[in-house]
C-alpha cells in the first residue's frame, strides 16, 4: 500500500465494508489487498456471491460502504440496489455502494449509478486507489474511473435525457444477462447453472431478447451485443 493509505488508518479512521462478487478467488485477492485493517483501516465484514446473499449480508452486517460487481448471480448488482434501498436512504448511518467490475460498458454504469450507487471503478484499479475510493464514498463523494465518469455526465446532462440505448432499455434486467451469456457463447444449460435458472427459462429469456430486438438467431444477437460492447 502507498503511504496515503496508511494515512487512513493512522489518523484512526476505519471503514466497514462488505465484498459483493461471484468469483471466489478475486473477492479473497480484494481481502488480501486492502483487508489488512491496521494498515488500510478497512474492516472487510462481510462477503456475498450472489443477490441473494448479498441482500442477507449487507443487511445483517450494515457496513458503510459495499464494494458491488455489477454482473451476479440472481438479477444483478442492479437488483440488489434495488432491494437495498431503503439501506441506501436510511436516515442514519446509510449503506454506500460502490460498483467494482470488469466491464467498462456504458449501460452498466449508468444502470449501477440510476439505481443508486455512489460510483464506479474498473477491477484494474490499484489497491490503493480502491482504498481511497472506499473512503470517499464513505464521506458521501461520488467516485468513478477517469474515462467512465463522461458516461454519467452524459446521460445525467439533463433530467430529460434520452436512454443510452433505447433497445437495450427493452430488455429486462435477467434478459440482459442471458443476452450476455448467449454473445460470450455458453450453452443453454450452463448459462441454466449459472443465473440458478431452468434451461426451459432459459430458452424463453432468449426467445424474449430476439423478439424485443427483432433479431432472427444468437449469431445475430452476437453481433449485435459485440457492436454495442456488451460481451
Given at each position: 500500500m502507498t503511504e496515503d493509505t496508511t494515512t487512513a488508518a493512522d489518523a484512526g479512521r476505519?471503514?466497514?465494508?462488505?465484498?459483493v462478487d461471484d468469483h471466489r478467488m478475486f473477492r479473497t485477492g480484494v481481502q488480501a489487498e486492502i483487508g489488512r485493517t491496521e494498515t488500510t483501516?478497512?474492516?472487510?465484514?462481510?462477503?456475498?456471491?450472489?443477490?441473494?446473499?448479498?441482500v442477507t449480508?449487507?443487511?445483517?452486517?450494515?457496513?458503510?460502504?459495499?464494494?458491488?460487481?455489477?454482473?451476479?448471480?440472481?438479477?444483478?448488482?442492479v437488483e440488489v440496489l434495488r432491494r437495498c434501498a431503503s439501506l441506501m436512504t436510511a436516515p442514519e448511518?446509510?449503506?454506500?455502494?460502490?460498483?467494482?467490475?470488469?466491464?467498462?460498458?456504458?449501460?452498466?454504469?449508468?444502470g449501477v449509478i440510476r439505481g443508486g450507487a455512489r460510483g464506479y471503478v474498473t477491477k484494474t484499479i490499484t489497491g490503493a486507489d480502491l482504498v481511497d475510493s472506499i473512503f470517499r464514498v464513505q464521506d458521501g463523494d461520488a467516485?468513478?474511473?477517469?474515462?467512465?465518469?463522461?458516461?454519467?455526465?452524459d446521460a445525467f446532462a439533463s433530467t430529460d435525457a434520452p436512454p443510452v440505448d433505447e433497445d437495450l432499455d427493452?430488455?429486462?434486467?435477467?434478459?440482459?444477462e442471458v443476452l450476455r451469456l448467449i454473445a460470450r457463447g455458453y450453452a443453454y444449460k450452463e448459462i441454466a447453472k449459472q443465473l440458478f435458472i431452468?434451461?426451459?427459462?432459459?430458452?424463453?429469456?432468449?426467445?424474449?431478447?430476439?423478439?424485443?430486438?427483432?433479431?432472427?438467431?444468437?449469431?445475430?444477437?452476437?453481433?449485435?451485443?459485440?457492436?454495442?460492447?456488451?460481451?
Open positions: 476505519r471503514v466497514r465494508v462488505v465484498l483501516g478497512v474492516e472487510v465484514v462481510g462477503e456475498a456471491a450472489d443477490v441473494d446473499q448479498a449480508v449487507i443487511t445483517a452486517t450494515r457496513p458503510e460502504v459495499v464494494l458491488l460487481d455489477v454482473h451476479l448471480p440472481g438479477g444483478g448488482g448511518n446509510p449503506v454506500r455502494f460502490l460498483a467494482l467490475s470488469v466491464s467498462d460498458a456504458a449501460e452498466d454504469v449508468i467516485v468513478f474511473s477517469p474515462r467512465l465518469a463522461g458516461f454519467v455526465l427493452r430488455l429486462t434486467q435477467r434478459e440482459r431452468s434451461v426451459k427459462t432459459v430458452e424463453s429469456h432468449v426467445s424474449a431478447v430476439l423478439r424485443k430486438l427483432q433479431l432472427s438467431n444468437r449469431h445475430e444477437l452476437t453481433r449485435w451485443a459485440t457492436a454495442r460492447r456488451l460481451v
